[in-house]
C-alpha cells in the first residue's frame, strides 16, 4: 500500500522506538504535522522556539538514553536548530533532527525560506542527508538513527523537501536490530595494557562522559577495588560514581577538586575512560602529568593523542573492555598511594560539607547543599553555562548515572531550560535547571513550555546582575576591567516567571534559603526561585591560564 511520505517518516520513527519528539511547526513541515494530527504513537511536544526544542531532545537523550529527535521548518526554524545541534555533536550525544526543505524544483532558487541546512551542518553533525526521492526516505531514516547511536553517539540531520512529504511511496515495515554492532578488543593491545597496568604503582583512574553514554559504573567500582586506585572525573562524567564514594576525589580540571588534579599531576599511569581530555581538564598540555603514562579507553579512536599522547590505547565499548580487563588484572593490597589519595579526598568531603547557613548574603553554595537535602539527592540537574554550573558541580552530590546535565563541551548559555524539559519528559523524575541571570534570558520564554505542559520543571535563577563568569575572568586577569559584564538595571526573574503563570519566589539573605527551598521542591507544577547573590561571588578553584592544573587559585 502506497503512503504519504510524511506517514513513512513517522511510520519510520515508530520502528526506531520513537515515542517522543520536540519541534516547532512551519510552511515546509505541514505534511509531517498534518500526519502526526492523527498519529497516535508518538507524542509532539511544540517548545517556544526551535533551539529550546533542540535541547529538550537533547535532554532527553541524555537522561534516557534514547535517541532525541526534534522536528523544524526549512529556513529560519533550520538555522535556529544549529547551535542545539552542535551542542549534541560536542557532548557525543545521539539526536536526529528533521527538517523540512522548500520543494525539490525550487532548491537552488532562493526560495522562500530556502537554506542549504544540509552545508551548514556538515561540520556539527556526525553525517547528514538530503532526501530528494521519496523512495529513499525510509531507507534514510533507519541508516540515520544507526549512524546517531553507534560508535561514538550524534547527532544526524535529515532534510526533506515538501514535495518528498507529500508524495507516495510503498512503505514496509522491518524490525530494527540494535545489537548488531561490536568492536572486537585486540589481544596485543589488550595484553600490553594489562603489562602496564600492573607495572604501575600510582594509578588514577579517569571518567569521563563516555561512560554515562554506556554506563559502567559496577566495572569501574570492580576494578577500583582491585587496583585500590583513586577515582577521578571529567565534569561530563559526574553521577557514573557517587560523589561520597570513599575513593572518587571529584572531578579534574580547570575548575576541579584540588584532589582530583593534584593525584592526576602525581600519578604514574592514568586509565582513561570515555574522556577526550580537552582543554578544560589539561589546561596547557606541555605541563599536564607529565611524568604519567596514558591507557586511554575510547570508542572514537580520532580521540587518542589527539591532545595528550597515549603510551597505548583500546578502541571499543567501555563497558565491554572493562569486563575482559577485570577478569585478568592483577589484584593488589592498599599501599601509601591509597593512602595519600584518601587523606587528599577527606579534605574535599569536608570542604564540601562544611556548614554554610550563617546570616547575610546568600551563599550559592549553601542553596545547593538544600537542595540536595531536601531532594536526597534523587533529583536530575541540568544547568546553564557559568559560574552557576561549576557550583552545581561542587555542592550537589551526583549518586547516579545520567542525573547531571550540561553543555560541556561547547559551553551554550541558554542550553539547561530545554534540556531540563527534556529530561522531565524522558524521565518524569524531579528535574531542576541550576541558572545565572545572563543565561537565563537565552531561552527565557521556555518557561512558557512549562507553563503550557504543567511541567513540574523548577528553575533556581543566580542572580547576580552580571555575566558572572566572565565578570570572574575580567577581575582575575584583566585588571577588573568590566566591559559589558555588568547587567543594570536590575530584571526581576520572579515577575518574568509570574508574567508566564509560574510559582515564583525571591530571596536575598542567607538566612532565608532553608524554608525557601523546602517550600520550592515541595510545590507542584513548575516554578522559579531567584536567588540574588553578592556579584563578586567567586567559582573556584581555578586554575589560571597557561597554568598546570595543580596550580590553582583557591581564593573564595
Given at each position: 500500500?502506497?503512503?504519504?511520505?510524511?506517514?513513512?517518516?513517522?511510520?519510520?520513527?515508530?520502528?526506531?522506538?520513537?515515542?517522543?519528539?520536540?519541534?516547532?511547526?512551519?510552511?515546509?513541515?505541514?505534511?509531517?504535522?498534518?500526519?502526526?494530527?492523527?498519529?497516535?504513537?508518538?507524542?509532539?511536544?511544540?517548545?517556544?522556539?526551535?533551539?529550546?526544542?533542540?535541547?529538550?531532545?537533547?535532554?532527553?537523550?541524555?537522561?534516557?538514553?534514547?535517541?532525541?529527535?526534534?522536528?523544524?521548518?526549512?529556513?529560519?526554524?533550520?538555522?535556529?536548530?544549529?547551535?542545539?545541534?552542535?551542542?549534541?555533536?560536542?557532548?557525543?550525544?545521539?539526536?536526529?533532527?528533521?527538517?523540512?526543505?522548500?520543494?525539490?524544483?525550487?532548491?537552488?532558487?532562493?526560495?522562500?525560506?530556502?537554506?542549504?541546512?544540509?552545508?551548514?551542518?556538515?561540520?556539527?553533525?556526525?553525517?547528514?542527508?538530503?532526501?530528494?526521492?521519496?523512495?529513499?526516505?525510509?531507507?534514510?531514516?533507519?541508516?540515520?538513527?544507526?549512524?546517531?547511536?553507534?560508535?561514538?553517539?550524534?547527532?544526524?540531520?535529515?532534510?526533506?523537501?515538501?514535495?518528498?512529504?507529500?508524495?507516495?511511496?510503498?512503505?514496509?515495515?522491518?524490525?530494527?536490530?540494535?545489537?548488531?554492532?561490536?568492536?572486537?578488543?585486540?589481544?596485543?593491545?589488550?595484553?600490553?595494557?594489562?603489562?602496564?597496568?600492573?607495572?604501575?604503582?600510582?594509578?588514577?583512574?579517569?571518567?569521563?562522559?563516555?561512560?554515562?553514554?554506556?554506563?559502567?559504573?559496577?566495572?569501574?567500582?570492580?576494578?577500583?577495588?582491585?587496583?585500590?586506585?583513586?577515582?577521578?572525573?571529567?565534569?561530563?562524567?559526574?553521577?557514573?560514581?557517587?560523589?561520597?564514594?570513599?575513593?572518587?576525589?571529584?572531578?579534574?580540571?580547570?575548575?576541579?577538586?584540588?584532589?582530583?588534579?593534584?593525584?592526576?599531576?602525581?600519578?604514574?599511569?592514568?586509565?582513561?575512560?570515555?574522556?577526550?581530555?580537552?582543554?578544560?581538564?589539561?589546561?596547557?598540555?606541555?605541563?599536564?602529568?607529565?611524568?604519567?603514562?596514558?591507557?586511554?579507553?575510547?570508542?572514537?579512536?580520532?580521540?587518542?593523542?589527539?591532545?595528550?599522547?597515549?603510551?597505548?590505547?583500546?578502541?571499543?565499548?567501555?563497558?565491554?573492555?572493562?569486563?575482559?580487563?577485570?577478569?585478568?588484572?592483577?589484584?593488589?593490597?592498599?599501599?601509601?598511594?591509597?593512602?595519600?589519595?584518601?587523606?587528599?579526598?577527606?579534605?574535599?568531603?569536608?570542604?564540601?560539607?562544611?556548614?554554610?547557613?550563617?546570616?547575610?548574603?546568600?551563599?550559592?553554595?549553601?542553596?545547593?547543599?538544600?537542595?540536595?537535602?531536601?531532594?536526597?539527592?534523587?533529583?536530575?540537574?541540568?544547568?546553564?553555562?557559568?559560574?552557576h554550573q561549576i557550583w552545581a558541580s561542587k555542592s550537589y552530590n551526583y549518586k547516579n548515572p545520567k542525573t547531571f546535565i550540561t553543555s560541556g563541551g561547547l559551553g551554550t548559555m541558554g542550553y539547561g531550560l530545554g534540556a531540563a524539559i527534556g529530561a522531565y519528559i524522558g524521565t518524569g523524575k524531579m528535574v531542576f535547571d541550576i541558572a545565572?541571570?545572563?543565561?537565563?534570558?537565552?531561552?527565557?520564554?521556555?518557561?512558557?513550555?512549562?507553563?503550557?505542559?504543567?511541567?513540574?520543571?523548577?528553575?533556581?535563577?543566580?542572580?547576580?546582575?552580571?555575566?558572572?563568569?566572565?565578570?570572574?575572568?575580567?577581575?582575575?586577569?584583566?585588571?577588573?576591567?568590566?566591559?559589558?559584564?555588568?547587567?543594570?538595571?536590575?530584571?526581576?526573574?520572579?515577575?518574568?516567571?509570574?508574567?508566564?503563570?509560574?510559582?515564583?519566589?525571591?530571596?536575598?539573605?542567607?538566612?532565608?534559603?532553608?524554608?525557601?527551598?523546602?517550600?520550592?521542591?515541595?510545590?507542584?507544577?513548575?516554578?522559579?526561585?531567584?536567588?540574588?547573590?553578592?556579584?563578586?561571588?567567586?567559582?573556584?578553584?581555578?586554575?589560571?591560564?597557561?597554568?598546570?592544573?595543580?596550580?590553582?587559585?583557591?581564593?573564595?
Amino acid at each position: 500500500m502506497k503512503v504519504r511520505g510524511a506517514r513513512i517518516l513517522l511510520e519510520c520513527l515508530k520502528e526506531q522506538g520513537v515515542d517522543t519528539v520536540f519541534g516547532y511547526p512551519g510552511g515546509a513541515v505541514l505534511n509531517i504535522y498534518d500526519e502526526l494530527y492523527n498519529f497516535k504513537d508518538i507524542t509532539h511536544y511544540m517548545t517556544s522556539h526551535e533551539q529550546g526544542a533542540a535541547h529538550a531532545a537533547d535532554g532527553y537523550a541524555r537522561a534516557t538514553g534514547k535517541v532525541g529527535v526534534v522536528f523544524a521548518t526549512s529556513g529560519p526554524g533550520a538555522t535556529n536548530l544549529v547551535t542545539g545541534i552542535a551542542n549534541a555533536y560536542m557532548d557525543s550525544v545521539p539526536m536526529v533532527a528533521i527538517t523540512g526543505q522548500v520543494p525539490t524544483s525550487l532548491i537552488g532558487k532562493d526560495s522562500f525560506q530556502e537554506v542549504d541546512i544540509v552545508g551548514i551542518t556538515l561540520p556539527i553533525t556526525k553525517h547528514n542527508f538530503i532526501v530528494k526521492d521519496v523512495k529513499d526516505l525510509a531507507d534514510t531514516i533507519r541508516k540515520a538513527f544507526r549512524i546517531a547511536t553507534t560508535g561514538r553517539k550524534g547527532p544526524v540531520l535529515i532534510d526533506i523537501p515538501k514535495d518528498v512529504t507529500a508524495n507516495l511511496a510503498e512503505y514496509e515495515p522491518i524490525e530494527i536490530n540494535k545489537d548488531d554492532f561490536n568492536l572486537e578488543i585486540e589481544q596485543a593491545s589488550l595484553d600490553k595494557a594489562l603489562n602496564l597496568i600492573n607495572e604501575s604503582k600510582k594509578i588514577v583512574l579517569m571518567v569521563g562522559g563516555g561512560c554515562n553514554a554506556s554506563p559502567c559504573t559496577e566495572e569501574i567500582l570492580e576494578l577500583q577495588k582491585k587496583l585500590k586506585c583513586p577515582i577521578t572525573e571529567t565534569m561530563m562524567g559526574l553521577g557514573v560514581i557517587d560523589g561520597y564514594y570513599e575513593m572518587n576525589a571529584g572531578y579534574v580540571g580547570m575548575h576541579g577538586s584540588v584532589a582530583a588534579n593534584r593525584l592526576i599531576q602525581k600519578s604514574d599511569l592514568i586509565i582513561v575512560l570515555g574522556a577526550r581530555f580537552s582543554d578544560r581538564v589539561i589546561s596547557d598540555p606541555n605541563k599536564f602529568a607529565t611524568n604519567t603514562k596514558i591507557l586511554h579507553i575510547d570508542i572514537d579512536e580520532a580521540e587518542v593523542s589527539k591532545n595528550i599522547e597515549a603510551y597505548t590505547s583500546l578502541i571499543g565499548d567501555v563497558k565491554k573492555i572493562l569486563k575482559e580487563i577485570n577478569e585478568k588484572v592483577e589484584n593488589r593490597d592498599a599501599n601509601e598511594w591509597t593512602e595519600y589519595a584518601r587523606e587528599l579526598i577527606e579534605v574535599e568531603i569536608e570542604k564540601k560539607n562544611r556548614d554554610r547557613s550563617a546570616k547575610g548574603p546568600i551563599d550559592p553554595h549553601y542553596v545547593l547543599q538544600m537542595l540536595e537535602k531536601e531532594t536526597n539527592g534523587d533529583a536530575i540537574i541540568a544547568t546553564e553555562v557559568g559560574q552557576h554550573q561549576i557550583w552545581a558541580s561542587k555542592s550537589y552530590n551526583y549518586k547516579n548515572p545520567k542525573t547531571f546535565i550540561t553543555s560541556g563541551g561547547l559551553g551554550t548559555m541558554g542550553y539547561g531550560l530545554g534540556a531540563a524539559i527534556g529530561a522531565y519528559i524522558g524521565t518524569g523524575k524531579m528535574v531542576f535547571d541550576i541558572a545565572g541571570d545572563g543565561s537565563s534570558l537565552m531561552n527565557i520564554n521556555e518557561l512558557n513550555t512549562i507553563f503550557k505542559y504543567n511541567l513540574p520543571v523548577k528553575v533556581i535563577v543566580f542572580n547576580n546582575y552580571s555575566l558572572g563568569m566572565v565578570r570572574q575572568w575580567q577581575n582575575l586577569f584583566y585588571e577588573g576591567r568590566l566591559s559589558s559584564t555588568v547587567m543594570y538595571p536590575e530584571t526581576s526573574f520572579a515577575r518574568i516567571a509570574n508574567g508566564f503563570g509560574i510559582y515564583s519566589n525571591r530571596i536575598e539573605k542567607n538566612e532565608d534559603v532553608k524554608g525557601a527551598i523546602h517550600e520550592f521542591v515541595a510545590h507542584d507544577g513548575p516554578g522559579l526561585l531567584e536567588v540574588i547573590i553578592n556579584h563578586e561571588e567567586m567559582a573556584t578553584p581555578i586554575v589560571p591560564p597557561g597554568q598546570s592544573i595543580d596550580n590553582m587559585m583557591l581564593t573564595d
